[in-house]
């Protein structure tokens, strides 16, 4: 048994070890070593994600890890929000580089340089592309695995328009595919959120965030996307010639979601005291066999776990046949821990009587006939359901509401706390610097299609409010 999940820190670092999820041996702070059981699930959540992008006519396409600093300082903003949190190469062999490289802390000022060259006349647009990798960015706080990192797994999307409008529409398309990807697919519940002015990314217009909740009720960011206006676009000048022949800079997003912090939320928000749960949509095997031989028939039920194999294999549904000496009872532990969605138990007589049974991850077992293994799928989706269900309810049940500073105070620690607010312009950063240093807490900013307040006060100074925003402890 782990930790009770109450205690959600020791819980949480008990999984990566007890599943064999990372070795955190390598000595490098930040850098994690991800082992196959976890890196599988992450291979699948690309999968899906890379999957949606293409769907919505992005294609992929590889970057340089390195930036020069040259590109890196183009546009001002940017530099100024990222050289304090990024890794320089300075030297190759026995020489100092005469120009600094940046290793990507995120590739804006890499892919646009080549935008600038590749988009001439409105024919070349929408471009749009993206890359599945990693980047790096020099953590300052304490590293947590797969939550606070210093080399993270991601993608990034960046695509250019002729306008505002369809830049702003790409907005929308991002976030429906983290809808059907993180809260569809995975289960994992979130907020869509427009960040304030002070906490956008650096160079863009608007940031636009996806926030689930972790069981110790701090938010986690898991996908952003970015208005980036033509900020970029006047930096590196990405221009096209309309049908008109006139000369205009493009309109730009790009769109991150964050694969390292969507497998950690999985992990977090599906697991329970014995272990792991993963989703069957993601689970690298779907259902684990365990023969329950007995004195005397261990042939038959051998023979019949290989029928069960077969059929599995014919269905085209990954399994494992738990052939290991160690007792069934270990079996089930192991597996458990392992977050398998489904176990089959056979014995003498299931093998007499073509029968299975089948055990659920998430509580429940059942006899079936053999032929109903085709199911399996089926109940894959009803077990994913369940789980999205479940963490839905844990989240929800983690949303306050505060209209006054002594209730935000009394709720914040304990999930997202929606409360009037002045104004998430710049305008506001005084009430926002208030509720940072006394409450240690961030504004995370108004929902993409929430309500507006009628006449409500700010919580912190008392003005007209203009927006509800939702506040929370962040990882
Ligand atoms: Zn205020």
Not at 287 to 304: C, M, S, T
Not at 419 to 434: A, T
Not at 450 to 458: F, S, T, V
Request: aromatic content about 12%; overall charge negative.
């Amino acid at each position: 048994m782990l930790p009770p999940r109450s205690n959600f820190s020791e819980w949480y670092s008990a999984v990566l070890k007890e599943a064999d999820l990372v070795d955190l041996r390598y000595g490098v702070k930040g850098f994690l070593v991800i082992k196959p059981w976890a890196f599988k699930v992450i291979k699948a959540i690309y999968a899906l994600y890379e999957k949606e992008l293409e769907r919505d006519d992005h294609a992929p396409v590889h970057f340089p890890a390195v930036i020069p600093e040259s590109y890196f300082a183009k546009e001002k903003e940017h530099i100024k929000g990222f050289e304090g949190e990024v890794f320089w190469i300075t030297h190759a062999g026995h020489n100092k580089l005469e120009e600094r490289l940046v290793l990507r802390p995120t590739s804006e000022t890499a892919f646009y340089p080549m935008y600038a060259l590749w988009i001439q006349g409105w024919r070349d647009l929408p471009l749009k592309l993206y890359q599945s990798g990693t980047v790096w960015r020099y953590e300052t706080k304490a590293t947590r695995p797969f939550l606070r990192v210093r080399e993270i797994l991601w993608i990034e999307a960046h695509d250019a328009f002729a306008t505002h409008e369809e830049a702003l529409a790409q907005v929308e398309r991002d976030m429906a595919m983290a809808e059907r990807v993180i809260r569809a697919k995975l289960g994992i519940p979130f907020l869509a959120l427009r960040r304030p002015q002070w906490d956008k990314f650096a160079g863009a217009e608007n940031t636009f965030a996806a926030d689930t909740i972790m069981p110790d009720g701090r938010a986690l960011q898991i996908a952003t996307t970015h208005d980036l206006g033509q900020h970029f676009a006047k930096a590196f000048s990405i221009t096209f010639k309309d049908s008109s022949g006139r000369e205009s800079h493009v309109w730009q997003t790009c769109y991150g979601p964050g694969i390292s912090r969507i497998y950690a939320a999985l992990v977090a928000l599906h697991g329970d005291e014995k272990g792991l749960i993963y989703p069957y949509a993601v689970s690298p095997i779907k259902v684990v066999v365990v023969p329950i031989p007995r004195k005397g028939k261990e042939g038959v039920v051998e023979a019949y776990a290989g029928k069960v194999a077969e059929r599995l294999e014919a269905l085209g549904i990954p399994f494992f046949v738990d052939t290991t000496d160690r007792t069934p009872g270990n079996k089930f532990f192991y597996w458990e821990l392992k977050g398998v969605p489904f176990r089959i138990e056979v014995g003498p007589r299931e093998a007499e009587e073509g029968t299975v049974v089948l055990a659920s991850r998430l509580g429940g077992k059942e006899t079936i006939p053999l032929e109903e293994l085709s199911t399996l799928p089926e109940r894959g989706r009803a077990f994913d359901a369940q789980l999205r269900e479940r963490a839905e309810a844990f989240f929800t049940s983690h949303l306050f509401e505060a209209s006054s500073w002594e209730e935000l105070e009394e709720k914040v620690g304990r999930g997202m706390v929606k409360v009037p607010f002045c104004s998430i312009d710049m305008d506001g950063v005084e009430c926002y610097h208030r509720i940072k240093e006394e409450l240690k807490a961030e504004v995370r900013g108004e929902e993409l299609r929430g309500e507006k307040p009628g006449g409500e006060r700010c919580v912190v100074c008392g003005k007209e409010a203009k927006h509800f925003v939702w506040v929370a402890k962040q990882y």
